[in-house]
């Protein structure tokens, strides 16, 4: 009988891993896989809540905790951190014995994990490649993974063609959906009496699902925009506004405060959470009368559930849209349209009837069905592939 696969998987904050956990599952229920899950980043911040008990709480095994985050919100911070996500990946990814490593996405802890990956020879499983985000450092980050990986799993179509330009190998790159859609046709819908019970709070009769992250490569300040968007929220006093806090990005403390006063300011209509987890958060945007700011979740997996979205300034530019998505500019007047418009009658009508452009929920067998009948040995030699 052949042995095992002993895929390792890397995580480094709540959303990536919530992205992750349809394929985590999948392959746990398959013995042709021994998963071997790495858990870093601020999954282990206790300033980030600690998203490690969300993981543990899943029933998801953590066979190795790499502390890497470095003090402070600045660029010297996030350059140390990727320092040390290199130096603790590699330990670990010795000591685990990995055939493979999957990554998920695009933040800066996994090109640590991935250039540790690239010099010890371990064949690396990408999912989500091929997304364009323009007002984000992400967005190089990305792409620099994919040329260090050798396997790929994208959203769509368009996202395939782009990793193919880049001249990766087309027996290697599959359009599976995103598994963001999988964890919220999974978990399926809740009511605004259900959410409130859920959490604790008081949301009827409605509540806005907000999450602002930092614009690395935006014009403005974290601060003053995210002044832009509290002016704007305060706008519609008759919904309430459920914050989730930012990551762990370069200015998302100057986020953070500006949240922090806006809840003291008005308790009974503002409230932040450190995490809602993936479970919570999947109900919480099926319930949201909208969902506002600039956290990829409004742009790949609110259009699911027909929630409309404002999208605030240049974070997620370049990713397909949906209907249901409303860009607007980060200003407060740009941004109080927005939500008008996400909360008109006749805009709702509009699209009511669409469909995701990322996928139809199946991402995750997809995926597992792939690496139960790869050679991975054949993976550690890449070839680049020349356009005609």
Not at 172 to 199: F, I, K, Q, W
Not at 298 to 323: F, K, M, S, Y
Request: charged share 20%; with cysteine; hydrophobic share 45%.
């Amino acid at each position: 009988m052949t042995a095992p696969l002993r895929i390792g998987v890397f995580t480094a904050t709540r959303a990536e891993y919530g992205l992750l956990y349809p394929v985590l599952k999948a392959m746990r229920a398959d013995p042709a896989f021994d998963v071997r899950l790495i858990v870093s980043g601020t999954h282990l911040s206790p300033g980030h809540g600690m998203t490690v008990h969300e993981i543990e709480n899943d029933g998801q095994p953590v066979a190795a905790r790499l502390p890497i985050l470095a003090e402070g919100d600045d660029a010297l911070a996030v350059g140390l951190t990727l320092g040390a996500a290199v130096t603790e990946c590699a330990k670990a990814f010795a000591a685990l014995e990995l055939d493979a490593l999957m990554l998920l996405g695009d933040r800066t802890e996994l090109l640590g994990a991935a250039a540790a990956a690239a010099a010890m020879r371990v064949p690396i499983i990408h999912l989500e490649g091929g997304h364009v985000t323009e007002g984000a450092v992400d967005d190089a980050v990305r792409h620099a993974v994919t040329k260090l990986a050798a396997l790929h799993f994208t959203a769509a179509e368009p996202y395939r063609a782009r990793i193919l330009q880049m001249g990766e190998d087309p027996a290697h790159v599959h359009v599976v959906g995103s598994t963001g859609l999988d964890n919220l046709l999974a978990e399926g819908v809740r009511t605004l009496p259900e959410m409130s019970a859920v959490l604790g709070l008081d949301l009827e009769p409605g509540y806005l699902l907000t999450t602002f992250h930092p614009e690395t490569l935006g014009d403005r300040s974290p601060s003053a925009q995210m002044a832009a968007l509290r002016a704007a929220l305060d706008r519609f006093p008759d919904l309430k506004v459920l914050y989730t806090l930012p990551n762990a990005d370069e200015g998302n403390r100057a986020i953070r405060a500006v949240i922090a006063d806006h809840a003291a300011a008005a308790p009974d209509r503002v409230f932040a959470v450190e995490s809602l987890g993936r479970r919570r958060y999947a109900w919480a945007l099926s319930a949201a009368a909208a969902v506002v700011g600039n956290s990829s979740s409004g742009v790949i997996e609110a259009p699911v559930h027909r929630v409309p979205t404002v999208n605030i300034g240049g974070r997620q530019d370049g990713r397909l849209r949906a209907r249901s998505i409303i860009d607007v500019a980060d200003q407060e007047e740009a941004i109080a349209r927005g939500i008008a418009q996400a909360l008109s009658p006749a805009f709702r009508e509009t699209i009511r009837d669409q469909n995701s452009p990322m996928g139809d929920g199946r991402a995750a067998p997809r995926i597992v069905e792939i690496l139960r009948n790869q050679d991975f040995q054949a993976l550690k030699r890449k070839r680049f592939v020349d356009k005609p």
